[in-house]
């Protein structure tokens, strides 16, 4: 199933403040539509993410496969089949193993990023879409959508090692930088589950917007942002309190997002949200979390990445499910 297929949005709770009016960026600069970039790429993209030396990985649902595409080029450098009908893709710290979730299969492949060749595969809970790993690379952590669970996977035997329930739908996770946590969305439930990653139990229930999507966490480990698909917000969770700190209205149903840093520090200077039927991109400046801007853009963009870099000036880098192609959007 593409992602396509359902919208879903992102997690937080509590006491919210709507966001409506933009409002200076503290961080001088801009994004725009870089025209020079048009990269053709598989049927149903619906996963972008930065990948090993400096590559950026592009998982398309419809055709089954990863496009490799090296950015300073803008060309795909290497097509390999992921399985069946990737969504998730993260990375081993050395970058020589990729992890892949295959929804219809009910998986997560392991790919060697050298050989290009797989070497294993393990069984997890039904419809996965979701995956990431804890900073140590040790541990996976998928979002099974269709049994309402979390399978943790234990990279070193590539076994499950704990199935997790948590609310209905859980479409994506993410890890906070500390490793403490797990932070997985809750479609059908307008929450967040909160993972103790040392217990691999429930520890928080966060109330988000309606249809709560993707997760994503900044790397200064201060808050973590919920696209949330039926309310086209964004919900801003404190990673201190847990709590709902603020509430920002986006376009309308906001799927994937990803956040960039200018260099001084590895916390975000923003957070970049695509609005799959809205057709734009919402950039929000951090920490304020005020739309600064919103950029017209594709067909139905619905994911969004940074390189591994995670610097700004590297781009961010969208995928479009509709018209098969990535685009990017430079910052100057």
Do not use: E
Request: aromatic share 6%.
């Amino acid at each position: 199933m593409s992602r396509a297929s359902k919208v879903v949005p992102i997690l937080f709770a509590a006491a919210a403040l709507l966001i409506t009016a933009p409002i200076a960026s503290a961080v001088p600069g801009g994004f725009s539509l870089d025209s020079s970039v048009n990269i053709t790429v598989g049927t149903g993209p619906d996963v972008v993410t930065g990948g090993p030396n400096g590559s950026l990985w592009v998982g398309n649902d419809g055709a089954s496969t990863i496009s490799i595409i090296n950015p300073l080029t803008n060309t795909v450098t290497r097509t390999i089949n992921s399985g069946s009908h990737p969504d998730g893709i993260v990375f081993s710290l050395s970058g020589d193993t990729a992890y892949v979730i295959n929804d219809n299969k009910a998986t997560v492949s392991r790919i060697n990023t050298t050989t290009w060749t797989g070497t294993g595969t393990v069984k997890i809970g039904s419809t996965p879409y979701g995956l990431a790993i804890t900073p140590n690379g040790r541990y996976l952590y998928t979002a099974n959508s269709g049994s309402k669970s979390v399978s943790v996977i234990d990279t070193a035997t590539f076994k499950v090692t704990k199935t997790i329930t948590v609310g209905k739908s859980p479409y994506d996770s993410a890890i906070t930088p500390n490793g403490s946590y797990a932070l997985v969305t809750n479609y059908d439930s307008k929450s967040v589950s909160v993972i103790n990653t040392a217990t691999n139990a429930v520890y928080k229930t966060i109330t988000v917007g309606t249809n709560p999507y993707s997760v994503a966490v900044n790397p200064d480990g201060t808050a973590a942002y919920i696209s949330n698909d039926g309310s086209s917000t964004v919900s801003v969770i404190s990673l201190s309190t847990w709590t709902v700190t603020k509430t920002v209205n986006v376009g309308k149903h906001p799927w994937s997002l990803s956040g960039c840093h200018s260099g001084v520090s590895s916390a975000w200077d923003y957070l970049l949200v695509p609005n799959n039927t809205g057709k734009s991109v919402s950039v929000v400046t951090l920490p304020s979390g005020s739309v600064t801007q919103t950029i017209s853009l594709g067909v139905a963009p619905n994911a969004i990445s940074a390189l591994q870099s995670g610097l700004c000036s590297d781009g961010m880098w969208i995928a479009d499910g509709v018209a098969k192609k990535v685009q990017k959007l430079k910052f100057t």
